[in-house]
């Protein structure tokens, strides 16, 4: 015993013991295992203590338990230790506790039998499995089906996938699915739909092959191997099959509890149907071949549905409703021949009674005459060489005859079905290869074996053989191809036992010459077995008890037969007469089964190479007559067509599925390890384990076996090289050189070398966990000390701090109260002193006051008498100055009269003399103006005289007044003086009272402070009391506006939220519709890309059938672009009139079926285009209703600048004149003091009027904006009717000079006048009105003034308690009252402001009535467009380029040739602006607008979609050319909307751009058939861009290391999985984002719309989160803590790239979300409720079943992991039971987003575009 085996049988190793119930059991050692020990101390799992006693002789120690990391492992041949009880535990973990019922064991696939549907064969897994390697996923029959597929296709080799196992395993179910698969993966060349065909028939087979079994509900009862043929590219076009052996005594006779074929079930049941009343049928217990069994009905199958499934089946097939219903004929005509009762006539003799109803309607269905049949049942026909004699037959023997005719018929029937199906299954077309898949019966053994079961156990003896010799060479091509040393492997070879059956003089052989002899019997055959073998061969033996029975030894098990019915059963003898009277029948099926039955090579009666396909199979001689063939025994039929399945399966490469049952009662998930462990046995799974574990089963590369092991290395041991490395460490470790061998590129173990290194890798682990606890409890013990010494050094801190608190506190206290008693005292002291003070000052007051108002008397007494003797003396001196004045006044007045009178007589006695007169008048001008300006003089002097004399008066009269009062006031002073001299002498008695009064007033104020103090004291309680409850009032106030506030702020979010639903709602369904929109496209695209490519084939077909002539493949061609565009018309031409030519010889069927088709698709786009925009429209009907409105305004001011733009003009200036008159009106009466300036009625009026003027000129820019539109229109009209009618112009602007006309545009526009005056005039009353209100505000504001004057004054007066109580109450009354007029103010302002709103839309919409009825009035249509043309003439500054480029109509075939179909995406147009082609499109599409050419519009668009698609459907696979031609049709389409004209979209455009819209085509349906192309290219864009990343997303995301050394690398078994070690060849995250980032750059070169590459990112983001989460939910090896880490951690890395491309608000790290939560599902607790509780909240992005599929699948890497408990799983699925969602699994890769296309305008002018050299259109011209 070598030190590894000491090493691993220590104390609490675990092992296998045997046990009689549970076939092994599990025990660990209680003590370390010593060399010599007899016996092994174990403890079993439930505790009990055993003795294990060891083989003396042997000393063989039990089997050692694998680690618990390597239980439930997808491969068996994975476990370190290979033997049967590790293969069964296995097997019992991943189906009980993991629900995984398919298991890899090396080359095979293990399925066990759940007896319950599980949802894992939808279309979704079989899109996840296909293209994928076998040991990348998890076990599947998809997984064996698509290798198969996988190698015919790489390898060109057929290929077959054997399917064996008990009845009940699931043989049918899984051959059912892995055809579904290639059904589903290949698809099919034609529209007959093949693979549909092919799954048809198998509803037909189980119908009249299958029936109920004590072991399963639909047991086939027959073999079958089915051709599944595929063409050159590898799709179905046809399958054939093959039957084996189908067992025919079932037809009459059934054990308990077991049915007859299902067919005749489903038959009685649908006996009510009106087309099988004529059958006579009616239920199961009525016929003999149906009741034997005792259960004619399977719960849960509905027999009347499943006959209605079969017709279906066989009306796909081919088969049509005459013949079904031949074939039902016959079927019920052996149930009524099973009725038959044959009677005893005498011992030797039978007969039937007469008129037997059954016999009768047997005759009546098949046909035949009543008499024969019933003779030829109870007769027999003997034949010698001379003579023929006719022999009664007693009863047994007629019964036996009946039964054997109606197995017969059955066969024939069975034989000529299978044929049919073949017939409906073959094609014309060349098979390149094959997948046959083999669904055969499992090794049988019963308490009662005869000659079916010895057929089954030899065809399984056969099937062992190849399958042993394939695994044998499979094991010896990995040896060679490793180039390591090899030894033959002794392994079981079951060739003798064959030999025993099959070779001369073996068992077949003797029952066939037993069946020769004359008087052959089971008795005899017996003893030529016992003679012959009995002593010659180990593996046959006699029964004890028994001389009619054998037992032959199978290399599954021993089976002993019963000789009985041996010799009948091989010879399968029929009555001949009988055959005759049925094929004497007048009922032609019947016929026609008898004569294909003479035609029959094989025991089924299956014409062999239907269809003339080759095949590998080796085929009986043609040649041969049918005779011979007939005399052939069942026993030879069966060895021959044996033997041609085993030379068809050794020229493919099989597949192997094992199907087992897992118990015998059809328990859901239940599994019985006895029965479990016998199929294995039986079907060759512990041979193959037996055969691998002889070897070196366990494999490892050296990057897997250093990433594993490398802690077992020290730092010296690791080199460069890690061959090396390995090869040292393993030297190091296993001494025995014979346990592991160095291949080339791995490194081969023996069995259990592998469970030794991991037991050193977990010790070297366990040790370094122990350090790493002890280092960290230390650190977490100190830390923990550190903690308690800091916590007790802070008590005892506060502990001190408080007692020093508290001294200080005693101190300062102390302290206080000194000093209180300190300042109390004194405060008393000085109260006492100031009370003294106070007296004694008070008394010196009153008597100094005395004092002081006695002298003051007297000096006011003098002063007063002084006073009034100045004025006194001053008046009698005025006075007589006065009188002397006027004396001298007088005088001088009478003295200058008399002078005067003197001179006035004299100048009249001058005046009579005329010589004097002339005298006087020389100079009398200079005299005038002397006097003139004297009298000026003197009347100057007199006025200033007059106001000297006037100031001298006003001055007398005001010192006359004064002198006046003065005396009145010194005669009041002398009175009072007098009265005070009076009261002199009382005051000293008053003073006495006084002092009385004092003391009484002390006594009373002390009374009154004591009031008073205590006053207060209840005041200021009152007060703190008042507070409270203020506080109380305001804290209830502030809770109930809180309350107030959260009921607003949750209706807000109520209603916010219901917004959102809604609006998330509407989406939902506009996204919907959108989807359903897209997806209808997409179909029609597809069909008619199928129309075209059946029409090319049709034009290849033809062409290479006619002489010298052959189309050229474009793929063929050096270089793939450049090729001429005329010749692709010419063929394109030539293939219409080949396909015109041979489409006479279409199918028409097809052709109405595709032309009914694309009819109904193109109603579904309509309607689905028409629903799309009903949604869009109601999703933005209330954004655009404001929009709409305005067009509403503008559309009638549109219509009225067309009549009256310039007289509106002039108009608006008038108004805008009178209202600048009344503002200045308003500054002059403000100049007046009408109004202060700074008011705020003033300021309000003001802004009024401004608004007013403001909002008219705003009118005016968007008149004089619609007029430039409008002349720009009808210029545009004017120059498209001078093309087309250039007559019509000239006789409209004719009209215009029409007097009539004149005049009447005249009196329109006076009317239009008097209306804006008459509005004018009502503004300037209304302003009027607002002068006077303004001036009566102002004088209430100045009433307002005094009498707060007069308050203030009288406030002044109050005590200042009482003035500041009275001016807050006057503040607040006088700041309600602003506030009441503010808020009278602002209604008014408010009304106004409506009004005069209300006045503009009135104005303006009577105007435009006004303007439409003149015009619908005065002209025609024609005028009307055309007459404001005339009447402005608005200046245009020319430029050279209009932005349209001219070509002739010849070069449109070479402008789509180099600008679309040559055009390289890398090469030119990469130094191209963006869109480039799509502005130079748009610019020819303008000038074929601007000329008025509609054929030349429509061609251009027709010839742009077309080369659009065909250069898609040449380079669809190329990315930068889909993403090129994505963002020009994109581009394409924004400048079909950008200048269509539609205010819509013109927002954006400058006043050029406007002046480029298209004139005269409505492109708008033009503009949706580009969008549908834009779709199309966008969808191939997201297929192109899936198979891109396709390769990489699994191996970037699952199985690249990213986080290096975190995740273990497990071993691996036979079908070995991608390594998450990076090599050269793999692709990792960073390839991932690498050719994101391409992606991203081609389409930002390319100039996409920045929102079309946001929807291309979450696609991508979408198929990158559902493709690695659907091989998470598919990878057992993938669900683990440290994959979890890496696929976080590489979500983070695709989160970061969006960041840097500031792409997060896209939405693509919302498609993310179901692949963090299975990362977050695989790191989280998985342990207690709590924890599931947090699950399901936590993966609410994840379905029910991806949450416990993610549950199962978790595998510890380790093994300080745990594993997930069943019973953790059902709570998860108890608490998620509630939800509704979808069943699926995985999620669907399929989905593509419904795409939107934003309109994106562009800036750029189409007049600076410049067309490069490069692209060849020289040919286009510059307008």
């Avoid at 293209?131 to 998809?142: L, T």
């Avoid at 067919?263 to 071949?289: V, W």
């Avoid at 702020?1049 to 897209?1078: C, H, K, P, V, W």
């Avoid at 005065?1418 to 003439?1433: H, K, L, N, Y």
Wanted: hydrophobic residues 35%; positive net charge; glycine residues 4%.
């Amino acid at each position: 015993m070598n030190q590894e085996l000491y090493y691993m049988f220590v104390k609490l190793a675990r092992v296998w013991i045997p046990d009689a119930e549970e076939v092994w059991k599990s025990a660990a050692l209680t003590k370390n295992y010593e060399d010599g020990d007899g016996s092994l101390q174990l403890a079993l799992e439930d505790g009990t203590n055993l003795e294990h006693k060891l083989d003396p002789k042997t000393k063989n120690l039990p089997y050692l338990r694998n680690p618990d990391i390597l239980v439930g492992e997808n491969d068996l041949t994975a476990l370190s230790y290979l033997h049967e009880p590790a293969v069964l535990h296995n097997l019992k973990v991943r189906f009980i506790d993991s629900k995984l019922i398919y298991t890899y064991c090396g080359i095979v696939l293990v399925a066990i039998n759940p007896y319950e549907s599980l949802p894992i064969y939808g279309s979704d897994i079989i899109n996840a499995y296909s293209g994928q390697n076998m040991g990348d996923m998890d076990p599947h029959i998809f997984a064996v089906a698509e290798e198969a597929y996988k190698q015919m296709a790489r390898d060109e080799r057929n290929q077959s996938i054997i399917v064996s196992g008990e009845s009940g395993a699931g043989k049918t179910v899984s051959a059912k699915y892995a055809m579904r698969y290639f059904a589903t993966v290949s698809g099919t060349t034609s529209e007959a739909n093949v693979e549909q065909k092919v799954l048809a028939s198998n509803p037909i087979m189980e119908a009249i092959g299958n029936a109920k079994t004590t072991r399963n509900d639909n047991s086939s009862r027959f073999g079958k191997y089915i051709e599944i043929g595929f063409d050159p590219r590898y799709r179905i076009i046809g399958a054939n099959m093959r039957t084996y052996l189908l067992e025919k005594s079932r037809v009459v006779f059934q054990a308990d509890e077991e049915r007859n074929y299902h067919i005749f079930y489903q038959l009685c049941a649908s006996a009510h149907l009106p087309e099988l009343k004529d059958l006579r049928l009616g239920s199961a217990n009525d016929f003999l071949y149906t009741r034997q069994g005792r259960s004619p009905v399977i719960e849960g199958v509905d027999d009347t549905k499943e006959l209605s499934t079969t017709r279906h089946a066989f009306t796909l097939l081919g088969v049509n409703e005459s013949y079904q219903m031949g074939l039902f004929q016959v079927l019920a005509a052996i149930l009524h021949l099973g009725n038959v009762e044959v009677k005893d006539r005498d011992s030797d003799s039978s007969v039937i009674p007469p008129n037997n109803s059954h016999l009768t309607a047997f005759c009546e269905l098949v046909g035949v005459s009543y008499q024969d049949m019933s003779h030829w049942l109870c007769h027999r026909k003997l034949r010698t060489a001379t003579e023929t004699y006719i022999k009664t037959v007693p009863r047994l023997q007629a019964v036996n005859s009946r039964d054997a005719l109606a197995k017969h018929v059955y066969a024939k029937l069975f034989s000529w079905i299978v044929e049919h199906v073949n017939k409906a299954l073959v094609t014309n077309i060349k098979q390149r290869s094959f997948i046959g898949v083999l669904d055969i019966y499992g090794f049988e053994t019963f308490e009662i074996n005869s000659f079916e079961q010895f057929c089954i156990n030899y065809a399984n003896e056969k099937l062992q053989q190849q399958f042993n010799m394939h695994v044998f060479k499979l094991e010896q091509e990995e040896y060679m191809r490793e180039e390591i040393p090899w030894t033959l492997i002794d392994f079981y070879d079951n060739q003798p036992c064959i030999n025993l059956i099959e070779a001369k003089m073996g068992v077949l052989d003797l029952l066939d010459e037993e069946c020769k002899m004359p008087k052959g019997s089971d008795e005899s055959w017996a003893q030529k077995l016992y003679n012959t073998h009995l002593k010659t061969c180990s593996l046959f033996q006699k029964p004890r008890l028994s001389n009619r029975a054998f037992i032959i030894q199978h290399f599954a098990d021993k089976v002993e037969y019963q000789c009985e019915g041996f010799l009948e059963k091989n010879k399968d003898t029929v009555n001949e007469e009988q055959i005759n009277v049925l094929k004497a029948s007048k009922f032609p099926l019947l016929v026609e089964l008898f004569q294909d039955g003479e035609k029959a090579v094989s025991p089924t009666g299956q014409p062999q190479g239907a269809g003339g396909r080759t095949r590998l199979s080796v085929k009986p001689d043609k040649g041969r007559t049918s005779s011979r063939e007939h005399k052939k025994t069942v026993g030879c039929q069966f060895r021959n067509s044996l033997q041609m399945l085993m030379d068809t399966l050794n020229a493919t490469t099989p597949h192997y599925v094992r199907c087992i049952k897992p118990n015998d009662f059809k328990l859901a998930f239940s599994f019985d390890p006895m029965r479990a462990v016998q199929q294995l046995r039986a079907c060759g799974v512990l041979e193959t384990i037996r055969i691998s574990a002889a070897g070196f089963p366990s494999r490892w590369t050296y990057q897997e076996f250093y990433s594993r092991y490398r802690v077992l290395m020290k730092q010296k041991d690791v080199l460069q090289d890690k061959r090396l490395t390995c090869r040292n460490v393993l030297e190091f470790l296993v001494q025995d050189q014979d346990k592991y061998q160095f291949g080339k590129t791995k490194i081969f173990f023996r069995a259990g070398q592998v469970a030794y290194l991991e037991k050193l890798r977990s010790d070297k682990l366990r040790v370094a966990c122990v350090r790493i606890q002890k280092t960290i409890r230390c650190w977490l013990a100190r830390k923990k000390f550190l903690r308690q010494r800091r916590s007790a050094i802070t008590i005892q801190r506060f502990t001190r701090g408080f007692q020093a608190r508290c001294l200080a506190k005693f101190m300062r206290r102390t302290s206080a109260a000194t000093t209180i008693q300190k300042y109390q005292r004194m405060c008393v002291a000085r109260r006492r002193y100031r009370q003294k003070q106070a007296a004694a000052l008070a008394m010196q007051t009153i008597l100094r006051a005395y004092m002081a108002r006695q002298k003051y008397r007297a000096l006011l007494r003098e002063s007063k008498a002084v006073v009034i003797q100045k004025h006194a003396r001053g008046l009698l001196a005025r006075r007589r100055f006065k009188r002397c004045l006027r004396a001298i006044v007088y005088l001088q007045c009478c003295l200058r009269r008399m002078r005067a009178r003197w001179e006035l007589k004299k100048l009249k006695i001058e005046a009579r003399s005329v010589e004097h007169f002339k005298k006087l008048n020389i100079g009398m001008e200079n005299k005038i103006m002397q006097l003139q300006r004297r009298i000026d003089e003197q009347n100057n002097n007199h006025r200033a005289t007059v106001d000297k004399l006037a100031t001298l008066e006003a001055g007398h009269a005001a010192d006359s007044e004064r002198m006046r009062v003065e005396v009145t006031r010194l005669r009041g002073v002398e009175e009072d003086a007098r009265n005070n001299a009076n009261r002199a002498n009382s005051l000293q008695g008053e003073l006495e009272r006084l002092k009385k009064e004092l003391a009484t007033t002390q006594k009373e104020k002390k009374t009154i402070e004591d009031w008073a103090t205590k006053y207060r004291d209840e005041m200021e309680k009152m007060v703190s009391e008042l507070k409270s409850q203020n506080g109380l009032l305001k804290s209830e106030k502030d809770d109930l506006n809180r309350m107030i506030q959260e009921q607003r702020q949750q209706m807000t979010e109520q209603m916010a939220r219901a917004i959102a639903e809604e609006t998330q709602q509407l989406e939902t369904d506009l996204n919907e519709e959108r989807s359903r929109y897209q997806n209808l496209l997409t179909e029609h695209l597809r069909l008619e890309e199928k129309h075209d490519d059946l029409k090319e084939e049709m034009a290849l077909s033809s062409n290479t059938s006619r002489p010298g002539h052959r189309r050229t493949d474009s793929t063929h061609s050096s270089n793939e672009s450049e090729y001429t565009y005329n010749s692709e018309y010419a063929e394109a031409d030539e293939g219409s009139r080949v396909s015109e030519d041979s489409g006479r010889g279409m199918d028409t069927n097809l052709t109405l079926k595709l032309q009914k088709r694309l009819g109904e698709l193109e109603q579904d786009k309509q309607q689905l285009r028409d629903e799309l925009e009903n949604k869009e429209e109601l999703f933005q009907r209330a954004r655009a209703r404001d929009d709409v409105e305005h067009k509403k305004a503008r559309g009638a001011e549109l219509e009225y600048e067309s009549l009256k733009r310039q007289e509106l003009e002039s108009e608006n200036k008038k108004l805008k004149h009178n209202l600048a008159e009344m503002r200045q009106s308003l500054l002059g009466n403000q100049a007046t003091g009408a109004g202060a300036p700074g008011s705020p009625a003033y300021k309000v009026l003001l802004d009024q009027l401004n608004s007013s003027s403001e909002e008219l000129d705003v009118r005016k820019e968007e008149v004089l904006i619609l007029r430039s539109q409008l002349v720009s229109q009808k210029e545009a009209t004017h120059h498209k009717e001078t093309m087309t009618e250039p007559t019509h112009h000239v006789v409209d602007v004719s009209k215009l000079k029409d007097t009539d006309e004149i005049k009447q545009a005249y009196v329109g526009l006076k009317d239009t006048n008097r209306l804006l005056e008459s509005q004018l005039q009502a503004q300037r009353r209304s302003y009027d009105n607002e002068t006077e209100g303004l001036r009566s505000e102002l004088q209430n504001v100045k009433e307002e003034n005094n009498r707060q004057q007069q308050l203030l004054a009288q406030n002044l007066q109050l005590p200042p308690e009482a003035r500041i109580e009275a001016s807050l109450q006057h503040e607040i009354t006088r700041l309600t009252n602003e506030n009441l007029d503010l808020m009278e103010q602002l209604e008014k302002q408010d009304k106004t402001i409506r009004k005069l709103k209300k006045q503009l839309k009135v104005y303006s919409k009577r105007i435009g009535e006004m303007g439409v009825g003149q015009t619908e009035g005065q002209t025609s249509p024609g005028q009307m467009v055309d007459e404001p043309v005339r009447a402005v003439s608005i200046p245009r500054r020319e430029k050279d380029f209009q932005g349209m480029l001219e070509y002739k109509r010849q070069d449109e075939l070479k402008l789509v040739k180099n600008l679309i179909l040559e055009l390289k995406p890398r090469g030119v147009a990469v130094n191209l602006i963006p869109g480039l082609p799509a502005y130079i499109l748009f610019m020819c599409l303008r000038h074929a607008d601007y000329v008025n050419d509609d054929e030349k519009v429509r061609t251009l668009l027709a010839s742009t979609i077309n080369c659009i698609k065909k250069i898609l459907k040449k380079r669809g696979d190329d990315f930068e050319t889909v993403s090129f031609w994505l963002a020009n049709t994109c581009r394409f389409l924004h400048c079909l909307k950008q200048y269509s004209g539609d205010e819509v979209f013109m927002k954006h455009n400058s006043a050029r751009q406007n002046e480029h819209c298209l004139s005269n085509f409505d492109l708008a349906e033009y503009r949706q058939v580009i969008s549908d192309l834009a779709i199309q290219i966008y969808q191939q864009l997201i297929k192109c861009m899936e198979n891109i990343l396709q390769a990489m997303i699994v191996s970037g995301m699952l199985e690249h290391e990213t986080i290096q050394g975190v995740s273990g690398v497990k071993p691996t078994g036979l079908r070995k999985r991608t390594s998450s070690i990076a090599d050269e060849g793999m692709y990792t995250l960073e390839s991932i984002l690498r050719q994101l980032g391409a992606f991203h750059s081609t389409m930002c070169q390319h100039g996409t719309d920045p929102e079309l590459i946001k929807q291309v990112v979450k696609q991508q983001f979408y198929i990158i989160g559902a493709v690695t989460l659907n091989n998470l939910l598919l990878r057992k090896d993938m669900c683990s803590w440290s994959k979890g880490m890496q696929i976080r951690y590489n979500v983070s890395q695709l989160e970061e790239w969006l960041r840097d491309k500031n792409l997060m608000a896209c939405g693509a790290k919302e498609t993310l979300e179901p692949l963090i939560q299975a990362a977050q599902l695989l790191q989280v607790k998985k342990k207690t409720d709590e924890d599931a509780e947090a699950i399901c909240s936590m993966c609410h992005a994840l379905t029910t079943a991806q949450i416990v599929k993610v549950l199962n699948l978790y595998t510890p890497v380790n093994e300080f992991e745990e594993r997930v408990s069943v019973s953790f799983i059902r709570t998860i699925q108890t608490r998620l039971r509630g939800r509704c969602e979808s069943p699926q699994l995985l999620m669907d890769t399929k989905v593509i987003y419904p795409v939107t296309f934003p309109f994106n305008p562009s800036a750029l002018a189409l007049e600076t575009i410049q067309i490069p050299s490069s692209l060849n259109l020289g040919f286009l011209v510059r307008v």
